[in-house]
């Protein structure tokens, strides 16, 4: 208790000085160590611990020379030096105002003849030196001893022993609240040894370390380790409750080694395994040129990116329609700030396609002319554990906004599909086949629009794809996750899945036709996500940990299909391709709902949705759609389908 009255005493006082109070301390330290050093060189020459009779004939000295170690003190600057800045700088200004005070004495002894031999001030000199070092050091401690009493200190364990380890350890000494405890590294040669003051331990002691000595947090002091194991030895320290931080080098730090980021921006164009679609095709321009445009789920990936190109057409307007408030704050910011946005107006509109007085609204107070609807629930398993939701917007809300296209009488509806609607086996699958049904009814109509389809495959770098979720697995160390080791699937990249929704969607109906087109990319061969995986390791500039590479640096996890997830995805239900204008673009002959079955279907799912009837949704998709797999068993009803004419 007493101690700690004493301490508290201490800090208020200490806490109360000013900066130049602190200094005047400082230099009268030294002006009283010079008659210490002086008397203690007096001891040692008489061996007498009152030697009156030399102190009396050296009284000059003990006059003059505090005085003028004050004065050459202040001319060095030694005041102005912190005790927690007292390093080897420091040290070797006391050093020369030792030398300084000696000479000076020594001069005295001559042109005073003062009898102080050569020896006697050869000591004097040493003592001032060692004197005030080792009261500035014992200043330090008494001071680092009074704040650290007044605030909790963290302890931490540095893993790595190294170069960086030591030199992070020597700079966290003389720290207010942070204390060095121990040094753990994988290294056997160094584990037992004592590096910077501090013992060496085996990684397989942490838990038993950090129990014993209290600590709070790990530094990782090893920049030479790959990231993803640093990233692997974090997880395990957070596993037992600890803060994890990771420090670079020292040489890093104060720039003659470079900071290395290895998972620059992937370009995911180069995992397609083919040659992308590049050019947009002129004849598709007019289309789109000074047309209005309704973007349906304009701030997702796809929609966005429809955004972006467009400005290439020079339509009159873009209407951004989006149900997610910080998509669309994002996606109409960056549209008004691009440099080619020239004289295309742009116009937010926040609100659903499942909503009918919202889509009638749009279409005729913007003059709507062309409608591409990329607004979908595309997440396989958020879908499959959220049928009612998926079946709503992507099939009802197709509907809704295909009948607002229609009494609007705009030019063109495109759907935008995907090759999941192909014999599926989820409910986001089932549904955007349903979707598809929906447009297919809709080009049945009599009037002015036409309505088609563009399907294609997974795209990489969209929200929700593969890139992006192995690529922020990467950067955490692995594993790496693959639903089955033969998972294949067809792959485009963002950009040329655009370019083929707006070329495939300027095409004409043929032989005067109403639309219903279902139009297909040809995609090359599906690619295996495992080595699609490798490939983005290898890039990162990491290699694959397996059984055969156990000192790899990322490891390929197997987690087993998901709920409704296909070993292999298909792009087409039938046998038979039509041509195009394009040759990379193909027409798809497939069945379609009679009249009868799709006003079944409507009326059901709207009950359906209306009750929440989740079981139902399955039965529906199961009765109508072809091929349709559930992953929980349905009993399917009879299906009628008719096959339009070609």
């Given at each position: 208790?007493?101690?700690?009255?004493?301490?508290?005493?201490?800090?208020?006082?200490?806490?109360?000085?000013?900066?130049s109070?602190?200094?005047?301390v400082?230099?009268?330290?030294?002006?009283?160590?010079?008659?210490?050093?002086?008397?203690?060189?007096?001891?040692?020459?008489?061996?007498?611990?009152t030697?009156?009779?030399?102190?009396?004939?050296?009284?000059?000295?003990f006059?003059?020379?505090?005085?003028?170690?004050?004065?050459?003190?202040?001319?060095?600057?030694?005041?102005?030096?912190k005790?927690?800045?007292?390093?080897s700088?420091?040290?070797?200004?006391?050093?020369?105002?030792?030398?300084?005070?000696?000479?000076?004495?020594?001069?005295?002894?001559?042109?005073?003849?003062?009898?102080?031999?050569?020896?006697?001030v050869?000591?004097?000199?040493?003592?001032?030196?060692?004197?005030?070092?080792?009261?500035?050091?014992?200043?330090?401690?008494?001071?680092?001893?009074?704040?650290?009493?007044?605030?909790?200190?963290?302890?931490?364990?540095?893993?790595?022993a190294?170069?960086?380890?030591?030199?992070?350890?020597?700079?966290?000494?003389?720290?207010?609240s942070?204390?060095?405890v121990?040094?753990?590294?994988d290294?056997p040669?160094?584990?037992?040894?004592?590096?910077?003051?501090?013992r060496?331990?085996?990684?397989?002691?942490?838990?038993?370390?950090?129990?014993?000595?209290?600590?709070?947090?790990?530094?990782?002091?090893?920049?030479?380790?790959?990231?993803?194991?640093?990233?692997?030895?974090?997880r395990?320290l957070?596993?037992?409750?600890?803060?994890?931080l990771?420090?670079?080098?020292?040489?890093?730090?104060?720039?003659t080694?470079?900071?290395?980021?290895?998972?620059?921006?992937?370009?995911?164009?180069?995992?397609?395994?083919?040659?992308?679609?590049?050019?947009?095709?002129?004849?598709?321009?007019?289309?789109?040129?000074?047309?209005?445009?309704?973007?349906s789920?304009?701030?997702?990936?796809?929609?966005?990116?429809?955004?972006?190109q467009?400005?290439?057409?020079?339509?009159?307007?873009?209407?951004?329609?989006?149900v997610?408030?910080?998509?669309?704050?994002?996606?109409?910011?960056?549209?008004?700030?691009?440099?080619?946005?020239?004289?295309?107006?742009?116009?937010?509109?926040?609100?659903?396609?499942?909503?009918?007085?919202?889509?009638?609204?749009v279409m005729?107070?913007?003059?709507?002319?062309?409608?591409?609807?990329a607004?979908?629930?595309?997440?396989?398993?958020?879908?499959?554990?959220?049928?009612?939701?998926?079946?709503?917007?992507?099939?009802?809300?197709?509907?809704?906004?295909?009948?607002?296209?229609?009494?609007?009488?705009?030019?063109?509806?495109?759907?935008?599909?995907?090759?999941?609607?192909?014999?599926?086996?989820?409910?986001?699958?089932?549904?955007?086949?349903?979707a598809?049904?929906?447009?297919?009814?809709?080009?049945?109509?009599?009037?002015?629009t036409?309505?088609?389809?563009?399907?294609?495959?997974?795209?990489?770098?969209?929200?929700?794809s593969?890139?992006?979720?192995?690529?922020?697995?990467?950067?955490?160390?692995?594993?790496?996750?693959?639903?089955?080791?033969?998972?294949?699937?067809?792959?485009?990249?963002?950009?040329?899945?655009?370019?083929l929704?707006?070329?495939a969607?300027?095409?004409?109906?043929?032989?005067?036709?109403?639309?219903?087109?279902?139009?297909v990319?040809d995609?090359?061969?599906?690619?295996?996500?495992?080595?699609l995986?490798?490939?983005?390791?290898?890039?990162?500039?990491?290699?694959v940990?397996?059984?055969?590479?156990?000192?790899?640096?990322?490891?390929?996890?197997?987690?087993?299909?998901?709920?409704g997830?296909?070993l292999?995805e298909?792009?087409?239900?039938?046998?038979?391709?039509?041509?195009?204008?394009?040759?990379?673009?193909?027409?798809?002959?497939?069945?379609?709902?009679?009249?009868?079955?799709?006003?079944?279907?409507?009326?059901?799912?709207?009950?359906?949705?209306?009750?929440?009837?989740?079981?139902?949704?399955?039965?529906?998709?199961?009765t109508?759609?072809?091929?349709?797999?559930?992953?929980?068993?349905?009993e399917?009803?009879?299906?009628?389908?008719?096959?339009?004419?070609?």
């Open positions: 208790m007493a101690k700690s009255l004493l301490r508290d005493h201490l800090f208020h006082r200490v806490d109360a000085l000013t900066r109070q602190k200094r005047f400082l230099m009268a330290v030294d002006v009283a160590l010079t008659p210490i050093a002086l008397y203690l060189a007096c001891v040692l020459l008489t061996n007498d611990l030697p009156v009779d030399l102190i009396r004939r050296c009284a000059a000295f006059v003059t020379l505090p005085v003028l170690a004050a004065v050459l003190s202040l001319a060095l600057g030694i005041p102005w030096i005790l927690k800045a007292y390093e700088l420091a040290i070797l200004k006391t050093a020369a105002l030792a030398i300084l005070l000696s000479v000076i004495a020594l001069s005295m002894t001559w042109s005073l003849k003062i009898p102080m031999p050569l020896i006697g050869t000591l004097f000199g040493l003592f001032f030196f060692l004197t005030s070092v080792g009261t500035r050091m014992v200043m330090l401690h008494v001071l680092l001893w009074i704040l650290r009493s007044q605030q909790p200190r963290c302890r931490v364990l540095i893993y790595g190294g170069t960086t380890g030591s030199q992070l350890a020597a700079a966290l000494k003389n720290h207010e942070i204390v060095a121990a040094f753990i590294d290294s040669v160094l584990q037992s040894m004592t590096v910077a003051g501090m060496v331990y085996s990684p397989a002691r942490i838990k038993e370390i950090v129990h014993e000595r209290d600590i709070d947090r790990v530094l990782l002091a090893m920049p030479s380790v790959s990231q993803p194991k640093q990233a692997r030895i974090a395990q957070q596993s037992l409750g600890l803060d994890v990771a420090v670079p080098s020292f040489a890093q730090l104060v720039g080694e470079t900071l290395v980021d290895n998972l620059a921006p992937v370009v995911p164009g180069k995992f397609l395994g083919r040659r992308q679609v590049e050019e947009i095709e002129t004849g598709g321009i007019e289309a789109y040129r000074g047309k209005v445009i309704l973007v789920g304009a701030g997702g990936s796809i929609g966005s990116e429809i955004c972006r467009l400005l290439a057409y020079r339509p009159r307007r873009i209407v951004l329609f989006e997610s408030e910080i998509a669309l704050y994002e996606i109409d910011r960056e549209l008004r700030t691009r440099p080619d946005l020239g004289e295309v107006e742009v116009v937010p509109v926040l609100g659903s396609v499942a909503d009918s007085r919202m889509a009638r609204s005729s107070d913007h003059g709507v002319q062309v409608v591409l609807h607004a979908a629930y595309k997440h396989v398993p958020l879908v499959e554990a959220n049928p009612v939701a998926g079946m709503m917007n992507n099939v009802l809300g197709t509907r809704t906004l295909a009948d607002a296209a229609h009494e609007a009488q705009v030019e063109r509806f495109i759907l935008i599909s995907t090759d999941k609607a192909v014999r599926p086996t989820n409910i986001m699958g089932a549904s955007k086949r349903l598809e049904f929906v447009v297919q009814d809709m080009a049945k109509r009599p009037g002015r036409v309505f088609s389809m563009v399907r294609f495959g997974n795209v990489l770098g969209s929200s929700g593969v890139v992006p979720l192995f690529k922020e697995q990467i950067a955490h160390g692995g594993p790496v996750t693959l639903t089955h080791q033969e998972v294949t699937r067809f792959f485009m990249t963002l950009t040329e899945a655009v370019r929704v707006l070329l969607g300027s095409f004409n109906a043929p032989g005067g036709q109403r639309g219903g087109d279902v139009f990319l995609m090359g061969k599906p690619m295996r996500i495992r080595d995986a490798e490939q983005m390791i290898q890039t990162a500039g990491y290699s940990r397996d059984e055969n590479h156990p000192d790899g640096d990322i490891e390929i996890k197997v987690i087993g299909l998901r709920p997830e296909k292999h298909e792009l087409l239900i039938g046998e038979g391709l039509l041509t195009t204008p394009n040759p990379k673009i193909m027409r798809a002959r497939e069945a379609s709902l009679s009249e009868l079955d799709m006003a079944k279907m409507l009326q059901a799912l709207r009950t359906a949705v209306a009750n929440g009837d989740a079981a139902m949704m399955r039965r529906l998709a199961a109508y759609v072809e091929g349709y797999s559930p992953a929980i068993p349905v399917p009803e009879p299906l009628s389908v008719s096959t339009p004419a070609e």
